[in-house]
């Protein structure tokens, strides 16, 4: 489950700050209730790899998949 909730926006709150940040998993509310789609686990405009001359992650995965992280994310096993 999202630990965090902004407007119609949950999402798992990684580092406690309260916002919806580009490296947060995040479900979105289409109206039927929350879902899964394309920007819950893709940033559309990349994924900065942080730090001085930080480059964009050419996936666009908000979160490394290295281990499944990305899927383990929401789900356990």
Known sequence: M???TRGNLKFFD???NGRPDTREVRVYD???GHEVE???CHDPHGVPTGGT???FLPTFLRVANTGSV???TCHTK
């Open 2 to 4: 999202p630990t965090a």
């Open 38 to 40: 394309c920007a819950s």
């Open 14 to 16: 990684i580092n406690g």
């Open 53 to 55: 001359g930080s480059a």
């Open 70 to 72: 990305l899927c383990m």
């Open 30 to 32: 289409n109206g039927d």
